[in-house]
């Protein structure tokens, strides 16, 4: 399992004088992006690639409050993989400065090419990575299914 450690910020706190929204999704994503540049995937890469990642949704779930003044650390884990790399999916732990999980994010998304903005397979070189990093007990390989497990048939809105 990946950590980073995040200090809160002043303008990560909300009106309730609690760890914001934004800043759950905001560390989340900057744990993700740490992870893969550590393991050579970044900016510089993706770019000679062509490829940059799309997130489907975000969802967290809230269990304790957490406020200004102590560290946070954020975990990642690889939870689902397609096939093909196509879809992803990553859960983050969030914990307090004691080590107590305060919150849990779950996030799924594809890869695409930048220049047509279609979904894509992942390249085989980082295919083949993500799948020799440890996986969780939960893993498991996602199909496109599982990608619109909440969507609707459009409402005629005339």
């Known amino acids: 399992m990946y950590l980073k450690k995040f200090e809160i910020r002043w303008n990560d706190i909300d009106a309730n004088r609690h760890l ?3 800043a759950y999704i905001e560390y989340g994503a900057h744990t993700r992006m740490a992870f893969l540049m550590e393991k050579g995937f970044d900016q510089r890469s993706l770019a000679k690639l062509n490829i940059g990642p799309v997130v489907f949704y975000e969802h967290v779930y809230y269990f304790k409050e957490v406020f200004y003044g102590n560290p946070v650390n ?3 884990e690889i939870s689902g993989l ?3 790399g196509m879809f992803f999916e990553f859960t983050h732990n969030y914990y307090d400065h004691k080590g107590r999980n305060f ?6 998304g594809a890869w695409i ?3 047509t903005r279609k979904l894509i397979p992942l390249p085989e070189e980082m295919h083949q990575f993500l799948n020799t990093i440890e ?4 893993f498991r390989v996602l199909t496109k299914k599982d990608t619109r497990k909440f969507a ?7």
């Open 113 to 115: 090419d930048l220049e």
């Open 152 to 158: 609707k048939t459009p409402v005629d809105l005339d």
């Open 74 to 76: 954020v975990s990642v």
């Open 20 to 22: 914001a929204n934004k």
């Open 82 to 84: 397609s096939e093909d």
């Open 135 to 138: 996986h969780p007990e939960n």
């Open 103 to 108: 919150a849990r994010c779950e996030v799924m």
